[in-house]
């Protein structure tokens, strides 16, 4: 397991329906993020883990976005009664220490969600 | 706003030529970073500047970092077809109370034309 993973790597689900993405960091880093990426615009940061606490979740679009961690490891990001503009690729990255936004992160392969 | 504005959007050159894209930032940073994405999935860090540092190689890549016009270059030299991707540069801002993440701009997509 030499990278971060993502999965489901492809979603497709309709509109008001929950969804659930997990995220596999790279072992032994500590800090993990969230980032959101639509058609044709930059990433955009949801949320980061320092261990299994995400101390700022003002990133987060709405109320019905949500994440967690546990075990200092798997992440996974909720989004509930899914909406046509989450539709977006969510990357999840993780990085070695507390300074991970000063540091290389390390970025999965993403998961390409297409809400109906 | 938004930090890390790249230029141009698109860029379209034959193979063995030089790539040049730019990126613009707002605020005081700790590093700028360049990273490669293909097809639209994970992205790969290319290299990491520090604002210390003025100029950083590595293989093919050089990247400049001007603090003083709060701006920064990739250049990408004797380009090849699989150097054909989206090109993100991104900031780690160094003001505090904000998110840890990094703030992107929207890329430059660079076509390598055989």
């Known amino acids: 397991g030499a990278g971060v993973s993502q999965s489901p790597s492809n979603k497709v689900t309709e509109k008001g329906k929950d969804v659930e993405l997990r995220c596999d960091p790279i072992?032994?880093?500590?800090?993990l993020y969230w980032y959101r990426q639509s058609l044709g615009q930059g990433l955009e940061f949801l949320i980061y883990?320092?261990?299994?606490?995400?101390?700022?979740k003002s990133g987060l679009p709405s109320d019905r976005f949500s994440a967690e961690r546990t075990g200092g490891s798997v992440s996974t990001l909720t989004i509930q009664r899914t909406q046509q503009e989450d539709s977006a690729v969510y990357l999840c990255a993780s990085s070695p220490t507390r300074t991970g936004a000063r540091e290389t992160q390390y970025f999965g392969p993403g998961t390409r969600l297409l809400v109906l | 706003s938004q930090q890390g504005e790249e230029d141009p959007q698109a860029l379209s050159i034959q193979e063995g030529e030089n790539a040049t894209m730019n990126c613009s930032y707002k605020?005081?940073?700790?590093?700028l970073q360049w990273y490669r994405q293909n097809s639209g999935r994970g992205l790969v860090h290319l290299i990491l500047i520090r604002s210390n540092e003025r100029e950083k190689h590595s293989g093919r890549l050089r990247v400049t970092l001007d603090t003083s016009k709060k701006s920064s270059s990739l250049l990408i030299t004797a380009s090849r077809a699989a150097d054909t991707a989206s090109y993100f540069c991104a900031t780690d801002a160094r003001s505090g109370g904000g998110a840890d993440g990094l703030t992107f701009g929207k890329g430059t997509h660079l076509i390598i034309q055989p």
């Open positions: 605020t005081s940073i700790n590093n």
């Open positions: 072992s032994g880093h500590t800090a």
């Open positions: 883990f320092q261990g299994n606490s995400a101390p700022d």
